[in-house]
């Protein structure tokens, strides 16, 4: 009877590291998604952009067997503990998959972009990206060592990637304004920006489900600072 226990817990602790290793996994191929597609834009290949973007069926399979394998877990009885690591991996999960889905999306822009002439503001878009996955790097770090400190860093972190997602935002109206032929292009490179802005934010969301699964409700989360003022540059 004891090695039939001792059994059902390595398998249990089997199933554990499995799951951490696939969102790992999934993790690295959204970053690298994200990063080749920053590429694309400033190499303006439209043939690499059609890869990038049939790349990201390979991570919504991935989500899929995550999904799969939290069930598994869920239906042997966990604590409470093994429950939050659960419900941790499956919203991690999703936020992982949704910056493979914004990474394809900045590729499939690219694409339209490419057909008028370069922007300047290129440069600005890839130093916002630049920063977005620096934050998805730091925070898959943290999960892979279940360091909420890290994580937290990298949460305090995202009122700079606001910040200057903001500036930019300001850029292109005002180069939109100084010429209609820019609008177009403008109007693409807004919707760039604001997929990496939200890619910052769904690092900040991987962020907090790591603290929760390490502290549960123990340790609330501290205050976070906000610093994306574009909608109220627009509606000025």
């Given at each position: 009877?004891?090695n039939e226990?001792?059994?059902?817990?390595?398998?249990?602790?089997?199933?554990?590291?499995?799951?951490?290793?696939?969102?790992?996994?999934?993790?690295?191929?959204?970053?690298?998604?994200?990063?080749?597609?920053?590429?694309?834009?400033?190499?303006?290949?439209?043939?690499?952009?059609e890869?990038?973007?049939?790349?990201?069926?390979?991570?919504?399979?991935?989500?899929?067997?995550?999904?799969?394998?939290?069930?598994?877990?869920?239906?042997?009885?966990?604590?409470?503990?093994d429950?939050?690591?659960?419900?941790?991996?499956?919203?991690?999960?999703?936020?992982?998959?949704r910056?493979?889905?914004?990474?394809?999306?900045?590729?499939?822009?690219?694409?339209?972009?490419?057909?008028?002439?370069?922007?300047?503001?290129?440069?600005?878009?890839?130093?916002?990206?630049?920063?977005?996955?620096?934050?998805?790097?730091?925070?898959?770090?943290?999960?892979?060592?279940?360091?909420?400190?890290?994580?937290?860093?990298?949460?305090?972190?995202?009122?700079?990637?606001d910040?200057?997602?903001?500036?930019?935002?300001?850029?292109?109206?005002?180069?939109?304004?100084?010429?209609?032929?820019?609008?177009t292009?403008?109007?693409?490179?807004l919707?760039?920006?604001?997929?990496?802005?939200?890619i910052?934010?769904?690092?900040t969301?991987?962020?907090?489900?790591?603290?929760?699964?390490?502290?549960?409700?123990?340790?609330?989360?501290?205050?976070?600072?906000?610093?994306?003022?574009?909608?109220?540059?627009?509606?000025?």
């Amino acid at each position: 009877m004891h090695n039939e226990h001792d059994h059902i817990v390595k398998s249990y602790d089997d199933e554990q590291s499995r799951l951490s290793h696939e969102i790992q996994r999934m993790g690295a191929m959204s970053v690298a998604q994200l990063e080749a597609a920053l590429e694309v834009i400033e190499r303006r290949d439209d043939n690499a952009a059609e890869r990038i973007i049939a790349n990201d069926e390979a991570i919504d399979a991935l989500e899929h067997e995550v999904s799969q394998d939290v069930m598994k877990l869920a239906l042997r009885g966990p604590m409470a503990t093994d429950l939050r690591i659960i419900l941790a991996a499956l919203r991690i999960a999703s936020d992982i998959e949704r910056v493979g889905d914004y990474a394809a999306n900045l590729a499939k822009r690219s694409v339209a972009l490419n057909t008028a002439p370069p922007m300047p503001q290129i440069r600005g878009l890839r130093a916002l990206g630049q920063l977005a996955a620096q934050q998805m790097r730091d925070v898959l770090a943290a999960y892979q060592s279940l360091d909420a400190d890290a994580a937290q860093r990298v949460r305090e972190r995202d009122a700079e990637l606001d910040l200057q997602y903001t500036a930019l935002f300001r850029e292109l109206l005002t180069y939109m304004m100084e010429d209609p032929r820019n609008i177009t292009p403008c109007t693409h490179l807004l919707f760039m920006a604001k997929n990496l802005e939200r890619i910052g934010d769904h690092a900040t969301n991987i962020a907090e489900n790591l603290w929760f699964r390490v502290h549960g409700d123990q340790r609330p989360l501290p205050p976070r600072e906000k610093r994306d003022d574009s909608s109220v540059i627009s509606r000025t």
